[in-house]
């Protein structure tokens, strides 16, 4: 099991791992190709010229699916989960399909120590341009340290993404 200082949800992603990245596959399901998708699209800009210039920071990733998306569009890409399982399907979902400009990193968004060590690595040297948290804030405990983190990690002018069942938020956080 996870090793989360608060027991929960990010046990039960890892238990339920396998089941997730089955249902969801290497294409997503509906509610992803008709939202989630889409919003991303819209809502988070890549360089076109230079693309792998735009840094995302991908927190609590799954099996990568937005990860994944934003990669073949060109963006470099940091994908975390606290679930050592999911973050296991995204590297699988990412090496058959030959997604680049991935970088990967576990990292449990209810643990400072996490964020701490994260900004202290060459991961997270320049900050990124967006930091996406998609369909995962409402399973996450606590967002203490996700909330004191955000202002390290994001570049001046960066964008926070947040997509949930009911609403999708983009938040411009500027330093």
């Not at 294409?27 to 939202?35: D, V």
């Not at 606590?142 to 983009?170: F, I, Q, R, Y």
Request: with cysteine.
């Amino acid at each position: 099991m996870a090793n989360s200082q608060i027991v929960g949800t990010l046990d039960s992603w890892e238990a339920n791992a396998a089941f997730w990245d089955a249902g969801m596959g290497a294409n997503g399901n509906e509610y992803w190709n008709l939202l989630q998708k889409p919003y991303l699209q819209k809502l988070i800009p890549v360089d076109e010229e230079h693309p792998e210039r735009t840094r995302i920071l991908d927190l609590a990733t799954g099996n990568g699916m937005a990860s994944r998306f934003l990669a073949r569009r060109g963006a470099s890409l940091v994908a975390t989960d606290g679930s050592k399982e999911m973050l296991k399907y995204c590297r699988q979902r990412c090496a058959e399909e030959g997604a680049t400009g991935m970088q990967f990193q576990e990292l449990d968004v209810t643990k400072p120590e996490d964020f701490e060590s994260l900004l202290a690595s060459p991961l997270a040297v320049g900050g990124f341009d967006v930091v996406l948290i998609n369909m995962a804030i409402m399973d996450i405990e606590t967002l203490e340290p996700l909330a004191d983190a955000l202002p390290k990690l994001l570049k001046p002018n960066g964008m926070c993404v947040n997509g949930s069942w009911d609403c999708v938020v983009a938040l411009m956080l500027r330093n």
